[in-house]
């Protein structure tokens, strides 16, 4: 038995994950639960950002940067929080998962 290849979808085809700008390091703890899928970050912004998982205990954990007009994907779970920062570590906003690919775009400064 043979199958087709799977075929990701396109970016543009994703749904887009709620920006929550915040201007204090308190984004909400993750809460995983489910399996794991993609979601695709793209920096918007003028400059780079780091991103940070933040985990179960609401502290955030590192994982790398974005540079501007970039994008990655990242393997995440439902119920995870994702925090942006600037080059200063300057919380800018968070990403909460919800249970599918998703694409979380990160605005410009404006």
């Given at each position: 038995?043979?199958?087709?290849?799977?075929?990701?979808?396109k970016d543009k085809s994703l749904p887009k994950l709620k920006w929550h700008a915040t201007a204090d390091s308190r984004a909400p703890a993750s809460k995983p639960?489910?399996?794991?899928?993609d979601i695709v970050l793209l920096n918007r912004r003028a400059d780079p950002v780091n991103l940070f998982?933040?985990?179960?205990e609401g502290e955030p954990k590192p994982y790398g940067s974005i540079a501007s007009g970039w994008r990655i994907h990242r393997s995440t779970r439902p119920g995870a929080v994702w925090l942006l920062t600037d080059s200063m570590n300057r919380p800018l906003g968070y990403f909460v998962v919800g249970d599918r690919s998703a694409l979380a775009v990160?605005?410009?400064d404006e």
């Amino acid at each position: 038995r043979s199958f087709a290849p799977r075929v990701p979808p396109k970016d543009k085809s994703l749904p887009k994950l709620k920006w929550h700008a915040t201007a204090d390091s308190r984004a909400p703890a993750s809460k995983p639960d489910g399996g794991t899928f993609d979601i695709v970050l793209l920096n918007r912004r003028a400059d780079p950002v780091n991103l940070f998982w933040m985990d179960r205990e609401g502290e955030p954990k590192p994982y790398g940067s974005i540079a501007s007009g970039w994008r990655i994907h990242r393997s995440t779970r439902p119920g995870a929080v994702w925090l942006l920062t600037d080059s200063m570590n300057r919380p800018l906003g968070y990403f909460v998962v919800g249970d599918r690919s998703a694409l979380a775009v990160i605005p410009d400064d404006e």
